[in-house]
């Protein structure tokens, strides 16, 4: 082997060459070609903002407010599709794109976010729908979240703008399900009640600090039962829904719809004085008036009528505002008079007297079609709980066959001087009932007016002479009070009552001022103490006192008594251990209008 040395890279490095015997000598290898150095290193490209932008569903715009005019990102078409044809480029047009669905618009957010541009601009951040152009037809709202930031003027009002509009289309049907039920009414889309008064408190809260006025509209659809039988009743809830959707679209961005009950909306106005208001209803009355809602059932027109009021000048809480629109919403539904009124204090007083009539043409119209009817509360032996008689209540139906509250009733009869003919109504029927049931026995209660009346007495006796062997079964009531208005015509009763044989009772006894004399003088037999006094006597010592006291008085005068609206078995047995003869109240039944009696029993007296 033979050593040589060969250049590589500058220096001598020694190489072996090996000579076989079987072959040639081999030339030396040639040395390696030199390395290429590494290619420099690519600059990188930036970042692609249209690219992202397009990729996150987002577009950038710029709003010279001053002019109006809008500049957008070159990605805008990309972003929005259908909604972007058409031109965009002044903010008018664009906001004829915002959906009616929308809460609220870029421009309520500039142009009403009541804040100050402090030389850094003010940031706003607002989520709304878009449409495609109105002649493309309807088509899906496209849900966009717009987020930037204005910038004031020398006036300091918004001069300009500048954000980033991104689709938010799925969030915010997301969301809009996860607050459904919590938030909105399922049938129209509209606020439901509680979401309602939450608004309307942020109204009444946002006027005291900027000393504006708003507005509270009731709207009802005109004869809904009638579409309801005529369409059906998927027709109307399509009415409804309808018409929740054309309030929306006559309101302002800033006004809310909401769905009061059944067939009625509120819609709260946004500084709004009492000519704003009625402009307003007037404007949605058109609306609903000149186009018909369409249905599965076909075209269907419909009517409204709105009642509205003023706050907080004519109410300070949302249950009177929506009291005081109810009021109103009641007068314009009465006949074919104004479809919109509004509510003032003189209105209060015309709807009273308007109510108290409509009340009294029910009591003349119940009376002629045999719709006064009665209903019986036991009372009870206080050792026993055996039924000792019944009391006689008033019930009138209406047309419908819903019952009238007596409460509502009564005071509109005295005053309409219609009261007499309930109370002899109720005598004769209290009668028929004493002779069809041999073995019952009655209390009936006798107005301040029938008391008084010189004649009724002889009514009395005439009606009690028809049916020999009644009177000890009857029982008159007379109130305490109406005994301190006349006491010698009471007195003159009582006597007149006790020769026929029919017993008295005071009722309400301790709501009076009734004398020890007079209560002797006036020979009761049964005294009624006034259930507000009972219903307490568990918890209250006052009232234990008192109604000790009237038990004790009675007792020395040999008077029955009668404990109302006895509730609980704890009141009933204090009263027991008092010394009451009777009882009565829910805890030992509630009116009927058959009483609990012993079949085929003989007539008897029960005291």
């Given at each position: 082997?033979?050593?040589?040395?060969?250049?590589?890279?500058?220096?001598?490095?020694?190489?072996?060459?090996?000579?076989?015997?079987?072959?040639?000598?081999?030339?030396?290898?040639?040395?390696?070609?030199?390395?290429?150095?590494?290619?420099?290193?690519?600059?990188?490209?930036?970042?692609?903002?249209?690219?992202?932008?397009?990729?996150?569903?987002?577009?950038?715009?710029?709003?010279?407010?001053?002019?109006?005019?809008?500049?957008?990102?070159?990605?805008?078409?990309?972003?929005?599709?259908?909604?972007?044809?058409?031109?965009?480029?002044?903010?008018?047009?664009?906001?004829?794109?915002?959906?009616?669905?929308?809460?609220?618009?870029?421009?309520?957010?500039?142009?009403?976010?009541?804040?100050?541009?402090?030389?850094?601009?003010?940031?706003?951040?607002?989520?709304?729908?878009?449409?495609?152009?109105?002649?493309?037809?309807?088509?899906?709202?496209?849900?966009?979240?717009?987020?930037?930031?204005?910038?004031?003027?020398?006036?300091?009002?918004?001069?300009?703008?500048?954000?980033?509009?991104?689709?938010?289309?799925?969030?915010?049907?997301?969301?809009?399900?996860?607050?459904?039920?919590?938030?909105?009414?399922?049938?129209?889309?509209?606020l439901n009640r509680a979401r309602l008064a939450e608004q309307l408190g942020r109204f009444l809260h946002s006027s005291e600090r900027s000393r504006k006025t708003f507005a509270v509209l009731l709207v009802a659809v005109e004869n809904l039962f009638a579409l309801n039988r005529t369409y059906g009743y998927d027709a109307g809830d399509e009415v409804i829904a309808g018409l929740a959707l054309r309030l929306r679209e006559n309101i302002r961005a800033c006004d809310a719809v909401g769905r009061h009950a059944g067939n009625k909306f509120a819609v709260l106005l946004e500084n709004c004085g009492s000519e704003e208001m009625e402009t307003?209803?007037?404007?949605?009355?058109?609306?609903?008036?000149?186009?018909?809602?369409?249905?599965?059932?076909?075209?269907?027109?419909?009517?409204?009528?709105?009642?509205?009021?003023?706050?907080?000048?004519?109410?300070?809480?949302?249950?009177?505002?929506?009291?005081?629109?109810?009021?109103?919403?009641?007068?314009?539904?009465?006949?074919?008079?104004?479809?919109?009124?509004?509510?003032?204090?003189?209105?209060?007083?015309?709807?009273?007297?308007?109510?108290?009539?409509?009340?009294?043409?029910?009591?003349?119209?119940?009376?002629?079609?045999?719709?006064?009817?009665?209903?019986?509360?036991?009372?009870?032996?206080?050792?026993?709980?055996?039924?000792?008689?019944?009391?006689?209540?008033?019930?009138?139906?209406?047309?419908?066959?819903?019952?009238?509250?007596?409460?509502?009733?009564?005071?509109?009869?005295?005053?309409?001087?219609?009261?007499?003919?309930?109370?002899?109504?109720?005598?004769?029927?209290?009668?028929?009932?004493?002779?069809?049931?041999?073995?019952?026995?009655?209390?009936?209660?006798?107005?301040?007016?029938?008391?008084?009346?010189?004649?009724?007495?002889?009514?009395?006796?005439?009606?009690?002479?028809?049916?020999?062997?009644?009177?000890?079964?009857?029982?008159?009531?007379?109130?305490?009070?109406?005994?301190?208005?006349?006491?010698?015509?009471?007195?003159?009763?009582?006597?007149?009552?006790?020769?026929?044989?029919?017993?008295?009772?005071?009722?309400?006894?301790?709501?009076?001022?009734?004398?020890?004399?007079?209560?002797?003088?006036?020979?009761?037999?049964?005294?009624?103490?006034?259930?507000?006094?009972?219903?307490?006597?568990?918890?209250?010592?006052?009232?234990?006192?008192?109604?000790?006291?009237?038990?004790?008085?009675?007792?020395?005068?040999?008077?029955?008594?009668?404990?109302?609206?006895?509730?609980?078995?704890?009141?009933?047995?204090?009263?027991?251990?008092?010394?009451?003869?009777?009882?009565?109240?829910?805890?030992?039944?509630?009116?009927?209008?058959?009483?609990?009696?012993?079949?085929?029993?003989?007539?008897?007296?029960?005291?």
């Amino acid at each position: 082997m033979q050593l040589r040395h060969i250049a590589s890279r500058g220096q001598d490095t020694p190489v072996a060459t090996v000579h076989s015997p079987l072959s040639m000598p081999q030339r030396p290898l040639a040395p390696p070609a030199p390395l290429a150095p590494p290619p420099a290193p690519a600059v990188a490209a930036g970042p692609d903002p249209a690219g992202i932008l397009s990729s996150i569903g987002a577009v950038v715009y710029d709003w010279d407010i001053g002019t109006d005019r809008l500049t957008w990102g070159p990605n805008l078409a990309e972003t929005l599709g259908d909604i972007a044809q058409g031109d965009l480029g002044m903010g008018y047009a664009y906001g004829e794109r915002v959906s009616p669905d929308s809460a609220a618009t870029r421009y309520s957010a500039v142009m009403q976010s009541g804040q100050t541009d402090d030389g850094a601009g003010v940031p706003y951040q607002v989520v709304y729908g878009l449409t495609r152009p109105r002649e493309q037809g309807p088509g899906p709202v496209v849900w966009v979240e717009d987020a930037g930031r204005w910038f004031a003027g020398p006036d300091g009002r918004p001069a300009r703008a500048h954000g980033v509009l991104r689709v938010v289309t799925e969030r915010h049907e997301a969301e809009r399900k996860l607050a459904l039920g919590a938030q909105i009414d399922p049938l129209t889309g509209a606020l439901n009640r509680a979401r309602l008064a939450e608004q309307l408190g942020r109204f009444l809260h946002s006027s005291e600090r900027s000393r504006k006025t708003f507005a509270v509209l009731l709207v009802a659809v005109e004869n809904l039962f009638a579409l309801n039988r005529t369409y059906g009743y998927d027709a109307g809830d399509e009415v409804i829904a309808g018409l929740a959707l054309r309030l929306r679209e006559n309101i302002r961005a800033c006004d809310a719809v909401g769905r009061h009950a059944g067939n009625k909306f509120a819609v709260l106005l946004e500084n709004c004085g009492s000519e704003e208001m009625e402009t307003a209803a007037l404007r949605l009355i058109d609306s609903v008036r000149e186009k018909a809602f369409e249905t599965s059932a076909g075209p269907i027109p419909a009517m409204i009528r709105i009642g509205g009021v003023i706050g907080p000048r004519e109410g300070r809480n949302p249950q009177v505002l929506f009291q005081h629109a109810e009021e109103a919403l009641d007068l314009a539904r009465q006949g074919a008079g104004k479809r919109f009124v509004a509510y003032t204090a003189s209105l209060a007083r015309e709807d009273a007297r308007l109510r108290a009539l409509q009340v009294a043409d029910s009591i003349v119209s119940a009376l002629n079609e045999q719709r006064v009817e009665l209903a019986f509360q036991p009372i009870v032996h206080a050792a026993s709980g055996a039924i000792a008689f019944h009391e006689a209540l008033l019930r009138v139906r209406l047309p419908d066959g819903a019952a009238a509250s007596p409460g509502a009733l009564l005071p509109v009869a005295e005053k309409a001087g219609l009261v007499r003919l309930l109370d002899q109504r109720v005598m004769e029927l209290a009668l028929e009932r004493l002779v069809a049931e041999p073995a019952l026995s009655v209390s009936v209660n006798c107005s301040m007016h029938t008391v008084l009346d010189p004649e009724w007495p002889d009514r009395l006796a005439t009606a009690v002479a028809a049916a020999p062997g009644l009177a000890n079964r009857l029982v008159v009531e007379i109130t305490e009070t109406t005994m301190i208005e006349d006491f010698d015509t009471t007195r003159a009763l009582i006597a007149a009552c006790r020769r026929l044989g029919v017993k008295v009772a005071m009722d309400d006894f301790g709501a009076g001022h009734t004398s020890f004399r007079n209560l002797r003088d006036l020979a009761f037999d049964i005294v009624k103490i006034d259930g507000a006094f009972i219903r307490n006597i568990t918890t209250s010592e006052d009232d234990r006192f008192f109604v000790r006291t009237l038990i004790d008085l009675a007792s020395h005068l040999s008077l029955k008594v009668v404990a109302e609206w006895v509730e609980d078995e704890a009141t009933a047995q204090i009263l027991r251990d008092w010394g009451v003869d009777y009882l009565q109240g829910a805890r030992f039944g509630c009116a009927e209008a058959r009483p609990a009696v012993e079949k085929h029993a003989a007539p008897r007296a029960f005291i």
